[in-house]
């Protein structure tokens, strides 16, 4: 498993290289203290490569509940079945989704009542701690060999999201691999623009080094 310092401190037990900062933080406090909830269910929510799956993973692993990914397109029956199941077995129910129940295509109105009422807790787009970690660790996991100044560079100059972290290291890693060489600042600039990835946030003028 790969370790990686962060700039906060956490004790919790979350696995699979799951990097918890302000973004999650109360996602993953909710989950693992599924024993105090007002009800048997609960709702997770993130954007896409946020990790809300392996969150949810590792409350199955921790509570012996059931999980339903991908719940805004399930079935409204087997929503409401599984949670009535839940109530009666007290056996957690964790509804995973990409945006607040409200939003789901909800017909059945004892379903969308019920889903009104549960705690719903979201994964929020990375925070800069976060973001600079995720940089760092996706590249780790591959093995790329990359400038020390790269994370940060890069940090300056992409959007801050889960998505778009995870396209971009994957576009540099694939350069590297091409090339046989790092990932320098300059062969990330020319990778970047030619995968229209640049420019996309302006510089800090007060930040600008020379490249």
Do not use: C
């Not at 790329?144 to 994370?151: H, M």
């Not at 801050?160 to 090339?179: E, F, G, H, N």
């Not at 300059?186 to 996309?200: F, H, N, R, V």
């Amino acid at each position: 498993m790969s370790q990686i310092s962060l700039p906060f401190d956490w004790h919790g037990t979350v696995r699979d290289d799951f990097l918890v900062s302000e973004a999650n933080r109360i996602a993953v406090s909710h989950l693992e203290n599924w024993q105090n909830w007002p009800l048997s269910v609960g709702v997770l929510t993130g954007p896409p490569r946020s990790g809300r799956s392996t969150l949810a993973r590792h409350f199955a692993r921790i509570s012996g509940g059931t999980v339903i990914d991908d719940a805004q397109e399930q079935d409204d029956h087997r929503l409401f079945h599984a949670w009535n199941e839940a109530q009666t077995s007290r056996k957690p129910l964790l509804m995973v989704g990409r945006s607040a129940p409200g939003g789901w295509p909800v017909g059945l109105p004892d379903l969308r009542s019920r889903l009104a009422a549960v705690p719903h807790v979201a994964i929020e787009e990375p925070d800069e701690a976060l973001a600079r970690a995720l940089i760092q660790q996706q590249f780790d996991l591959v093995g790329a060999g990359y400038s020390a100044d790269l994370p940060d560079w890069l940090l300056r100059r992409i959007e801050r999201r889960y998505k778009v972290i995870a396209d971009v290291t994957r576009l540099l890693d694939q350069a590297a691999l091409s090339s046989g060489r790092k990932i320098s600042l300059p062969m990330a600039k020319e990778a970047l623009q030619s995968a229209g990835y640049l420019p996309i946030v302006p510089p800090d003028p007060s930040t600008v080094q020379r490249e």
